[in-house]
């Protein structure tokens, strides 16, 4: 059974910094591209960014490229995604995913991801 167990989120200030991780089991981690996604209140879900199985190929939404950074650890079957100059328009539930495919996260999110977290709330106040 495939698990993904986001943590580290938090109410934060504007301005500052925070890591999420996510934590995988039941699957060959290192086979399978990964994504952070979020959705805001009232709003869709949107992705974040992705990375590929062996983290040598990133991805990231426009509106946090040079602020956020994704990255993994396949020893440890952990994604993580660091956050700093966060806005209080980051604010949302973040979510991890999974997916054996390279193209979905390419196509930043488009088709639906093999493998979802519950996700973590990240609240940033102005």
């Known amino acids: 059974q495939v698990q993904l167990v986001e943590s580290g989120g938090k109410l934060v200030q504007a301005g500052g910094s925070l890591r999420l991780s996510c934590a995988a089991s039941?699957?060959?981690?290192?086979?399978?591209?990964m994504a952070w996604f979020r959705q805001a209140p009232g709003k869709e879900r949107e992705f974040v960014a992705g990375?590929?199985?062996?983290?040598?190929?990133?991805y990231y939404a426009d509106s946090v490229k040079g602020r956020f950074t994704i990255s993994r650890d396949n020893a440890k079957n952990t994604v993580y995604l660091q956050m700093n100059s966060l806005k209080p328009e980051d604010t949302a539930v973040y979510y991890c995913?999974?997916?054996?495919?390279?193209?979905?996260?390419?196509?930043?999110?488009?088709?639906?991801?093999?493998?979802w977290g519950k996700g973590t709330l990240v609240t940033v106040s102005d």
């Open positions: 039941g699957l060959a981690f290192s086979t399978y591209s």
């Open positions: 990375i590929t199985g062996s983290g040598s190929t990133t």
């Open positions: 995913a999974a997916d054996p495919s390279t193209w979905k996260i390419a196509a930043m999110g488009r088709g639906a991801m093999a493998y």
